[in-house]
């Protein structure tokens, strides 16, 4: 049994900034891709992030230069830092990532509300 706990969700008031974290646990054997999805009511879900177990990462335009994905793989755990916050990131965060236990599943996280607001 393997499962993602996000953390760091919150209000925060534009401009400003959080930082996301997601910790995995039970029978891992190895953890590949990890990433940071988001979605606003009324939306589909959305990719905002995602890094390599070697450390390479992709972001979605609307997030370049604010965002910053990385991982600790020590701890099992994969971060979002997010900076100059706007209303627009409002939404719910998901973790996500490819887990070999040893058979290789996606997993997803429950999920962390992000409200950007003055």
């Known amino acids: 049994q393997v499962q993602l706990v996000e953390s760091g969700g919150g209000l925060v008031q534009p401009g400003g900034s959080l930082r996301l974290s997601c910790a995995a646990s039970g029978s891992i054997f190895t953890i590949y891709n990890m990433g940071w999805y988001r979605q606003a009511p009324g939306k589909q879900r959305e990719v905002v992030a995602t890094i390599t177990r070697r450390g390479t990462t992709n972001y979605a335009d609307s997030v370049k230069g604010r965002f910053t994905i990385s991982r600790d793989n020590a701890k099992n755990t994969v971060y979002l830092r997010m900076n100059s916050l706007n209303p627009e990131d409002t939404a719910a965060y998901y973790c996500?990532?490819?887990?070999?236990?040893?058979?290789?599943?996606?997993?997803w996280g429950q999920g962390t509300q992000v409200t950007v607001s003055s």
């Open positions: 996500n990532a490819d887990i070999t236990t040893p058979t290789l599943i996606n997993y």
